[in-house]
């Protein structure tokens, strides 16, 4: 008896903090996307990023191994220099120990809000914000998560493209890897 209220009160306590994760994940969302179509319209022309990325997806539990990944981006500019980035990507790396070790399939779509810091051609951002993370396998579902992380934009010589090392910290509730870095590099244009 005393074991099973145990159990019952981790798992109550597991719920709970996920909870106060949903709520502030929705609360930096709303935040974020509340004012961009009254900005979109007054500002007349939004500067506009796009890219794609591929890196190393890194999971930060035991046993587990990394794998590749992809993802594509939009950058609005609505509030320049402060932007929004959307985000689409997928990774699969293989979780827990042997022999009990399965891949996982990880699709996600993320709201950051992103910031350039300087104005020259080396050009250091930073961003954070919130995604939905689905899981595929044995782990399956979909779980809020966060994201937060940065970069530089460097020019290739090409008229506005940049090629953009990043370092990505993904922060998931639920079941799925709690905690896993993306180390990428990918091609964007620079917004004008």
Do not use: N
Not at 138 to 155: N, V
């Amino acid at each position: 008896m005393w074991r099973g209220s145990q159990t019952g009160a981790a798992h109550a306590g597991i719920l709970a903090k996920d909870g106060k994760m949903r709520t502030i994940a929705t609360m930096i969302l709303l935040c974020a996307l509340a004012p961009s179509p009254a900005s979109a319209q007054a500002s007349g022309g939004t500067p506009v990023s796009f890219g794609g990325d591929v890196g190393l997806f890194a999971p930060f539990e035991g046993g587990s191994s990394a794998s590749f990944t992809g993802r594509a981006t939009v950058d609005v500019y609505w509030w320049r220099p402060l932007g929004v980035r959307f985000a689409a990507g997928f990774a699969e790396p293989t979780l827990g120990d042997e022999p009990r070790d399965a891949k996982v399939g990880i699709g996600y779509v993320a709201a950051s809000l992103i910031r350039p810091f300087t104005e020259g051609s080396l050009r250091p951002y930073g961003h954070a914000g919130v995604g939905l993370y689905h899981l595929s396998g044995d782990r399956s579902g979909t779980q809020l998560g966060l994201t937060f992380g940065g970069g530089i934009e460097l020019p290739l010589g090409w008229k506005h493209t940049l090629l953009t090392p990043e370092l990505t910290a993904h922060v998931v509730s639920g079941d799925g890897p709690r905690f896993s870095l993306a180390l990428t590099v990918g091609v964007h244009t620079r917004p004008e």
